[in-house]
């Protein structure tokens, strides 16, 4: 069965800094994405970044971009110029090519920023 | 994208009785789902909402407890049956968009139950 870690409970981070959430994924199969998905107090799940298991190149958005190491199971979250807005719990996210709907969740990452 | 508008946003419901909760898709996606998030922990599939039939519920969850309707590509309902303490969570209803393959989700049901 397919697995999600974070190893992070709690990051903080100064406003305009840059911080590194990580997340690391067990899995079997070779075609899959994997997610960021970030959870303010109000609830709403919103998407940050997707990523695709047969690119090699990292995936950006705007502040936010993955280091993405397939061999090592690893996709880290990058927030550069970090602001107060980005404070949130961050979830990494599993999703297998073969179970089109399914997401697997981390445990999240809650992110203070720190003004 | 898709806007996936969700309601109530929040309820305190009685031991012993029912909620539905209602989502519903701007646009037609291919696949809705619902997921619960129990107090200070992440997410749970709670099923897969089939449009004109019967959803897939994952393990631990049952159609007694959790009975789930979709009767077109843009609505569905949950209905959280016989409330116990146990079950107040935060549910969510999502939906997976074709092509891009995203899944959106709405803004959750916050449920207390007493």
């Known amino acids: 069965a397919q697995t999600v870690t974070q190893s992070q409970p709690e990051m903080s981070v100064q406003e305009a800094e840059t911080v590194t959430l990580s997340c690391t994924y067990d899995?079997?199969?070779?075609?899959?994405?994997l997610f960021w998905y970030k959870q303010p107090p109000s609830r709403q799940m919103i998407l940050v970044i997707r990523q695709e298991a047969y690119k090699q190149q990292n995936a950006t958005e705007n502040r936010f971009s993955v280091n993405f190491q397939k061999a090592a199971k690893s996709f880290s979250l990058k927030i550069s110029d970090s602001q107060l807005g980005d404070a949130a719990m961050y979830f990494c996210?599993?999703?297998?090519?073969?179970?089109?709907?399914?997401?697997?969740f981390g445990q999240g990452t809650t992110l203070q920023v720190k003004p | 994208s898709a806007v996936i508008s969700q309601k109530p946003s929040r309820d305190i419901c009685q031991r012993g009785t029912s909620l539905t909760i209602q989502c519903q898709v701007d646009?037609?996606?291919?696949?809705m789902f619902w997921y619960r998030q129990q107090p200070g922990q992440s997410l749970t599939l709670i099923a897969t909402a089939n449009q004109g039939s019967e959803a897939t519920y994952e393990s631990g969850f049952v159609i007694d407890k959790f009975p789930i309707s979709r009767p077109n590509l843009t609505f569905s309902t949950l209905t959280v049956s016989n409330m116990s303490p146990e079950d107040s969570s935060i549910y969510l209803c999502?939906?997976?968009?074709?092509?891009?393959?995203?899944?959106?989700f709405g803004s959750g049901t916050q449920l207390s139950v007493l």
């Open positions: 996210a599993y999703r297998g090519s073969s179970n089109t709907g399914k997401l697997i």
């Open positions: 999502s939906a997976l968009t074709g092509g891009d393959e995203k899944l959106f």
């Open positions: 899995t079997s199969e070779s075609d899959y994405y």
């Open positions: 646009s037609q996606v291919t696949m």
